[in-house]
């Protein structure tokens, strides 16, 4: 029998978690009869307590600014203060605590709570990348981990859908940086080049994951990817490693290409898409140099539990946690399906 | 400023994982807007479509017998098939896959559809446990790795309320396994004692995250939890390595302890508690002698999603994903809460 990807059972390597995936895509044909999720809510009127609303009062008694545009703040209950006192040194190896200090903001991306990166302009857009560049400036001179990520949808645990992400900055290099940082230093001490540009030489010259490009990104689904229609976006000229390197076209490029990939989620389903998005570059703090840090390439996640529709989401439970992460359709495939979404005109455009 | 595990954030290490996890106890503040979920569904009538009924006919046309303790058949969907072709060997080191063997099987734990652990008797619950020594016994001949787990809950992407677990065999050692084989290897050679007979022993000193005991196991919080109300459950005597070690003493008080942890869990909310549940053990297979695994103590897992009631969950969202796992109650507050739970009267019988 010829081994065919879309049809046989197999593993994928991941190099940059250095983990494996199973994939299984016969099992597409399974049928679906547990738990559905509520469809996104769509453009309900907004809600006047909302706390991210422009000139709306916070739970701690502060009042937003009318802003206009991106609007930063503190996190109301963050999970990272600045100053807290210092644990007792470890007295076992299996009992070892450390030092976490760091601080939360929240970041707006518009003052229009029904907004979502698809349906904002290109400026709009251009405007989030200006804020995540500044603030990834100012953090990153004082802590070590500067992790930009947005909880999209209810699903997501987002508790609130007024567009926004959050930056969550650290004094330590968190589990998933730390083993990104070691597996692309490996690769290159022993290939001479980074990972990720030579991946995406690779991915350029195959198209098979290829979702949409433009000049300066590309946007695809990785060979070794998880989650059903989870993308990767990539610069593809001057191996940036941090926001803070992109020069102004690349900025510019960016909203184009996050306005196209997002079209084509929401496209995919006729629903807000919901996901986890975050941005991946090298280390920050005083212990980190701008040019210490070659092997690392700059990249954007994408990582979205949908899988059969806007209300039947992939579960990561059992076998996943206890043993290897499985998906059903190959990445070749949510990567086809992708590209065929339109990337133009968003379904709530269309009549 | 004196450090206050319960109020000051800090992070924690997972020596089996090799990752750490960011605690911060005083996000406990935090109100909660985001995403209920609908409670657990209760003594619903049988669903007498339902393929796991005893006497039920599935989905590919066969009968399931009028079984009256366990049963156990092929998975009608399996993500892991016997045979399957090899894949073409890799053309790029970040291109690799690998072939993939294996099988996948449901087991029934008892013929009632309304029935759950903390209501079975200590007899039914024995059955399970042999069933399980058997299952491994068998496949653990074939496949390296034979992981055993339970999805409980709709909310765990279960998608059949009659009680019931998973077995998935397979050819190639999964990235958990993998990665705690290693762990507990290196802590072997450098300790020369296994790294979860040391942890137990200090737990059973110190005794602030134990749940609850009997003459052979433990339920404890892991120092390192990540779940709200996560457990481990460990053995006391003998260091078996995998389930087909235990003898009759420690099958029998399994059952015990598993009745008494899940009456607690179900008791902490008043619904029946969510949560994956699996086993692991030593590998297994022809590669892996019965004692080549000293390092290795068997334990099972408890990973429930629950976090403040029976509807909101803590979510593994973007920074979790993103950057590391963090929780909010501290390990020693949640393994106080499971302690005051009642463990002999389950909440549905009392009045
Ligand atoms: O119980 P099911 O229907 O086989 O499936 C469930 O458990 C599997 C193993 O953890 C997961 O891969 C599925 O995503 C989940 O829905
Ligand atoms: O958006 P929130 O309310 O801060 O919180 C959400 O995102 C956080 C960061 O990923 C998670 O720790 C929380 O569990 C989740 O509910």
Redesign the pocket.
Known sequence: MEFKPTEHQHVRYNPLKDEWILVSPHRCLRPWSGQTEESPTEDQSPDLNNPLRSGATRANGQKNPIYTSTYVFP?D?P?LLARVPEPPPADHPLFQSSQAKGTCRVMCFHPDSTMTIPLMTIAEIEAVIEEWVNQLKELGRRFTWVQI?E?KGAIM???NPHPHC?IWASSFLPNEPRIKDRTQKDYYIKHGKPLLVDYLNEELRKEERIVIENTEWVALVPYWATWPYETMVLPKNGSPQRLTDLNEDQKTMLADIMKKLNTKYDNLFNCSFPYCMGWHGAPTGPNHLPSDSPHWLLHALYLPPLLRSATVKKFMVGYEMLAQPQRDLTPEQAAQRLRECDHSVHYKNKN
Do not use: D, I, K, V
Request: proline share 0%.
């Open positions: 996190n209950f999970a990520f909880n645990g987002c508790s959050q």
